[in-house]
């Protein structure tokens, strides 16, 4: 069973995405911010990480950042997940190391796109 950690400040789009993996069969775990992701991540195994850019305190863009330059995480799935789609920034957010890119509002079909089951 693929295992996957949502991240993202807005309970209603964390939820969101959630239930649309969990419908897939996939285990579902949340986090509502950047450092408890981190933490996270260091005490359960996922096959994949759908991170919120636009988050307070710790963006997406910087968890990525760490999770790439931390050894035994920096081969993990992580898909930015935000509502910023203009080139330029797609560009920077796939230059921070990420794997793909969604963009809210998500669809199921979007979502299984990048998160195959």
Known sequence: MRSVLVVDDNAVNRKLAAALLKRRGMQV????????????????SYDTVLLDISM???????????I????????????AYTAHAMESERQSIMVAGFDDL????????????????
């Not at 775990?29 to 359960?44: I, P």
């Not at 963006?59 to 950042?65: F, I, S, T």
């Open 29 to 44: 775990d949340e986090a509502d911010s950047g450092g408890l992701a981190l933490e996270m991540l260091q005490s359960n």
């Open 56 to 66: 307070p305190v710790m963006d997406g863009k910087e968890v990525c950042r760490i």
């Open 68 to 79: 790439r330059s931390t050894p035994h995480l920096a081969a993990l799935r992580v898909i």
């Open 102 to 117: 969604l963009v809210k509002p998500i669809s199921s079909h979007d979502l299984l796109r990048v998160v195959p089951d």
